[in-house]
Every structure is written in C-alpha cells, then in structure tokens.
C-alpha cells in the first residue's frame, strides 16, 4: 500500500483512459500528459494499463509500506526520498517505509509517479482513471491507502531512452484544421495561426481557457462529437482548448483540433504560460 | 432518402463524418444505421464511434496511416452493407413528479409560455421523445420532440445546485440532468430513475434511437419509487415498438 501523507494540490490516479463509454457521455479521462506517463511506465516494463499518480501544481508526501521500485517523470517537484534529492526519469528502488516527499512545481506543471506493475485501485467501466461520477472521487485524499504489488528486487527495462524535455519546454502547438475552421474569417484565422496566447486562470483537466479572445460572430452549432485537444470558439470569442476529461460532445465551432503531442505539451502548461498554435495541412 | 455525407480528418486517429445540420428523426436512423455497420465491421477495442445530431465521429486506437485511404473504406461501407439497426426501437416510460417541490420553476415558465401548469404538464407528458444520442454528462439524454408550446430559452442566470433526477425544458429541448450540476435550464419536475450508475452493465440503459414518454406521478409515488430506486427493486423494463 502506499499511505497518502498529504495529498498536494490536486493528485489523481489515472490510466490511459477510460474507452467504450463515451456512447454514454462518458469522457475518456487519463493522464494529461501522456508522453511523460508512458515514459515513466516504459521504464518500469509496465502494460498499458498501468495506473500513476498525476500531480498538479504541488506534489505530495508518500509512505510506501512494501518495497518496490518507482519512476518519476514529467514536470519537476523536487522530489525526495527520505529528504535525499532524486533523479527523475530513472528507476529508483524502493524499501518499506520510505517516503517520497514532492514539493512545488519549478518546470511544467503535472508530475507522475509511477510504480512497478500499477497502481491498483478499483476498475470501473474499464479504467481506473478518477473521474466523479464514474469513480466516487476526483482525486487522492490525505490517509488514503493505495495498493500496489510489493517488488523486493529493483525491477525495469534497460532502457536507456532519453527523456525529451521539449515537452516542458516548447510551447509551439501542432493542430490541424477543425471542423469549422473554414467558417472563420480571414482574420480570425490570421489570429489563430500567427497570434500568441496566454493560458487563463481557468484550467485544469476538463479544459483550457485561452487569452485573449477572439472576435466572434459565428453561431453555434448542432452539438456534435468533440475529442480531448479540440479547440472551441464560444460566442463571446472565449478559446477553450478541451483537455482529458472533457464533455464527449460539445455545441460551440471546433476551429482547431490539437495533435496529440500537443495535447501532452498543454498538459505542462499553467496559468500565464504563452502559446503559440502551428497549423499542420 | 440519400443524404450527402461530407468525411474529414478530426485527428491523427479519428475521421468525422457529417450529415446536412438538421435535426431530423429519419435522417438519425441512417446515422444509426451507419454507425452500426462501421461498429460491426470493426473490432470493437479497435474503433470507438460516436454520433451526435447530424455527424459520427469514427475514433480509431491506432494512428491512421493514410486518412485517404481509411475514408475511402468508410464509403465503400456505406453502399455495400445491407444489414440495418433492428427497426424496432425501444419505448421508455419514465415517472415524473410535476409537484412545486420539485419542479421549482413551473409557475414561472407557466406564465412566461401563458399556459396553465396543467397544461404544460399535459403537453410535456404526452408527446413520445426521441434519443439522438448521450453526452454533455454521463447518462445525459439529448432528446428530441418537445412540443413547439414548450419552447424557451434558457434562464439567463444558470443554477448552480440543480438536483440529480431534475427534469428540465432549455429552448427546443427537455432533458434529464443525471447527476447534481449547474444548469441554465428550467426545472419543471423530478423523476426518481437513475439514468446513470458506474456500477451498472451497461451504465446507461439507454440508447440512441430508443424513444421514450414521460408519466406524471404524485409525490407520495415520487417518495416510494425513490425508496425503491435505492434499494435496487426498482427496474425500468422498455416496451418494444413496432
């Protein structure tokens, strides 16, 4: 079990996603930065399925009371285990009792710890990717055990793969042309595809909202089908850029559609953070 | 009738196809149809499809190599099966409490539409709705049908605490919020029915297509159906439509 010590500022343990229930409205979920997730997972030789703890902005403080052994990955929190500084993106064996200790965010903004073999909290609807009303909570709470399978010998791949930290650096996005891309204006797509944006105070993992706005006239739509990375214009000119958990339909004009890396890259970027969208044909 | 489909990369691993934009129940049958071919000529952990109003969105769990080339195949779908959705679709009867307790905006939408409440509950329980699809929440129904006397726009102050079961008229459209969530809509009623439950297989007894009534119900049949629905007796059971 790993004891929750203290949670951080908004942990959630997540998978790759939650598949074959957005018939039902359900959104996919999963980790928001898939790229470090799978990264960190690689190197422990885990499957696909293999749950982490997503941090965001703080991390927290964890007890592991089996020995195991761990990768942690993605933004930078100056981890600690036992108050010793750790490498990031390298295995790290684990022994019961020691606690890893995560502090605020200095590059990025999302931090995964993974474990060898996965977390292993309730499977619902085929994920165990926290999102109410599926799960019964968002996130981890402080005192909270979760399990994991106890590894005594320190157990990963070889990989000598290195971590591409463009993904906290850049902040060029790819995205292809959205569904209603050619309703804009000459100018409006002159904006998108040459403007800088900034990140608003209003993101987290259903969505991002952009700045400035963009002057709008365009009406809504039928509300039709929208994916994680899809960038909607509101009627007052709001961009929001839908993240992970986001609604499975939606009734504003989707002018933009984020490729998935640039889906991971958004993932690492916070309030005031600029942007800057590069348009693939 | 023949639609004109428009087929587009939505990204790296999903195609969208579109429909005219209208709101039609016969144009929804050939969506259904088509979105029943694709979900029967695919493996389903290989291809996830979601339909809405007038489109499908085609999700595949691979990176499409040649979007051409998929595309291409998605039409060849279309002209060559013949094996249709079950033209027998499912009615679904759901209790609904008109009481004032419950449906907190009754009296005023009563004026704003100059109908009497009983009228509005009249109209609101005797057309039979449609299903074009679940989104916006887990198990939130959108549903076509509601009588042209109904129509109104949303409030322009939302609700920030609308009840789970609450049963709502926001412009064209009446609907079911499944779980407690902020809202614009006008509340006329409860209904007991769980429309969505995690713990259930499926989660959502409901699908696309399916139609479905509402019948009014006092509060005293409120407050037992409740109990009911809690303790697992109750069990909504569809009747088939020819």
Known sequence: MLKVLQPGFYSTIQDYGRFGYRDYGVPVSGVMDLYSAQFANALLGNTNDAALIEMTMVGGKFQFLEPTTIVVSGAFMNPKLNDMPIEQHKLMHIHSNDVLHFAQVEQGFRTYLAIKGGFKSDVLLGSRSQYNPVTSNNTIHKGELVPYQSFSNLYGSNSKVKFDDSILKSNTLDVFKGAEFDRLSEKQKLQLENGEFKVSKYNNRMAYQLEPMVENDLEPILSAPVLPGTVQLTPNGNLIVLTRDCQTTGGYPRVLQLMESAINMLAQKTTGNTLKFRLKE | ?242
């Open chain 2, 1 to 242: 009738m023949e639609y004109e489909l428009k087929f587009s990369r939505y990204n790296e691993h999903s195609i969208l196809i579109e429909w005219p934009a209208i709101m039609d129940e016969n144009m929804l049958k050939d969506i259904l149809n088509f979105k029943n071919i694709i979900e029967k000529k695919y493996i389903k952990q290989k291809v996830e499809v979601i339909n809405a109003f007038n489109s499908i969105l085609v999700i595949y769990n691979y990176t499409i190599d040649n979007i051409n080339d998929e595309i291409f195949r998605l039409k060849a779908l279309k002209f060559t099966e013949d094996d249709l959705v079950d033209s027998k679709s499912k009615l679904w009867k759901i209790p609904v409490c008109y009481d004032d307790e419950f449906g907190m905006d009754l009296n005023e939408f009563s004026k704003q539409r100059q109908l009497s409440k009983t009228e509005v509950i009249e109209l609101h329980s005797s057309a039979t709705y449609i299903i074009f699809f679940i989104g916006f929440l887990p198990g939130f129904l959108y549903l076509g049908g509601l009588d042209k006397k109904l129509h109104l726009d949303r409030k322009s102050t939302p609700n920030l605490n609308i009840k789970k079961g609450a049963v709502g008229i926001g412009g064209n459209q009446t609907g079911i919020y499944p779980q407690n969530s902020p809202g614009g809509w006008h509340i006329i009623g409860k209904t007991p029915v769980d429309f969505f439950n995690a713990k259930s297989s499926p989660p959502c007894v409901f699908n696309a297509g399916d139609q479905l009534k509402f019948y009014p119900i006092s509060k005293s049949e409120f407050l037992d159906l409740e109990q009911d629905v809690k303790h697992g007796c109750f069990q909504l059971k569809p009747l088939q439509n020819a």
